[in-house]
């Protein structure tokens, strides 16, 4: 068997270890719905908001930082000195975001959802003081290609916290134990890092670097707060207009989105990193949309799969409060469906000098998901906060595919994507009825196959290799 290449080596180790960092939070949804009320968990997921929120602003787009300024030195000890200046501001915003967060517990306590009690959100603040102290040596760990390094000390963490956090629940310590459990596991991490990037490129400062740095980052913050109107802001409407239980219920239901995600984090991998390279080569327009309608294929199945999946999961896994998050599962699940085709299809506002036409698509929606979510949500509930993320998302898509054929045009069989998008919604459509388990697994599987089925019929995946190997054995010429 031929060995993988690094590149491909990397970009798998790389996969793996996002998708185990997420998804250990999946595999642990189970055994922290059974040990905490529901209205606790609903308060976890505002927690887990402001936390989004918080890292955007803390980190600053340092670690973006690194990697631009890093990355044009072209002298090895020029490259350490300027992220020994970078991890060095990170160390400066963590020292003053400590104190600080420690004594305005008080006066921001009030304006957040969720009913945090000081203790509760000081411990959140000392993460995000953290972060800095984790993103930047991480980035400098995979500018190095240390990809088994970054592989051990990100899922470490993920592990260490996951036991830590068994570990205070069993203890009856309640959201309090879960959010000790994240600071101790991120002081271990902060600290391993901190001593790696130390003894490999020391601390110094520099104030024309900090100004370059920080001027850079702004923007790239700004899109990070733009993206958090889409994922985080929901939970915050829902705790206004609603109640902690169903902030819970739409916790819950948004893991399974987050599964449409991670699912197809494999394609993404691999594709992301090629697509500018496959995008100039020789016919390259007429390839790199045929890999984009690979990938718009696969995440249609992937969320026919996890809408299918799912309620069986909900029903069999979870305790019976949770099961109205089998009826909101569907609506993040498209909402994810169209994120993911968002990113695909994307391909034109990134192919120019700017990305002034991503930055713009991204205000719009942003702007579209503030005034819809509380608009929606006040009206409707809960059903007009997952309204909303459907909407947005959906123009958000079409925003992106409409600039960017606009800006960079690429031959997409839209007849038949159009064709294929529609046997899956139907087959999501389907899955948000109540079916028995042994009803829901086999409407999966007459839905993958039928969705392939047109898909491969469309020409929108390759042929199986089997059908492919025995046509050509029935146009071989047979032996004399």
Known sequence: MKALSPVLKQTLLYGSSMALMKGISLLMLPFITHQLPQAEFGKLEIISSIAALGSILVGLGLEDALYRFVGRCREEKERLTMAARIFTLTLMVCSLVMPVAWFATDLIGSDLPGGLTAYQLKLVLIMLALEGCIAVPLGWIRMQNRVMTFFCVAVGRAGFHAALTIAMLLAGRGVDGVLEAGVIAAVVQAAILSVIQIRETGIAFSSPVAKQSLVYSLPIMASGLMAFTLNGLDRWVLAEVSTLEDVAQFGVAAKFGLAVVLLLQPFGM???????????????????????CYGIVAVMLIAVFVAFAAPIIIGLMLPGTYQLAAAFTVFLIIAALFKEMAELVNLGSFAGDTTYAQMGNNAVSAILAVSTLWWWGNSYGVYGVLLALVFTQGVRFLLFYLVSQYLYRLPYPVGALTLCAVFCLFWLYVANHDWSILEGIGLMIAALISTAFVAQKQGLLPEIALLVNRRQIARAKPFN
């Not at 691999?270 to 984009?292: C, H, I, Q, S």
């Open 270 to 292: 691999w594709w992301m990193p090629k697509r500018f390279d496959v995008l100039y080569d020789v016919n390259g327009r007429e390839r790199a949309a045929r890999f984009t």
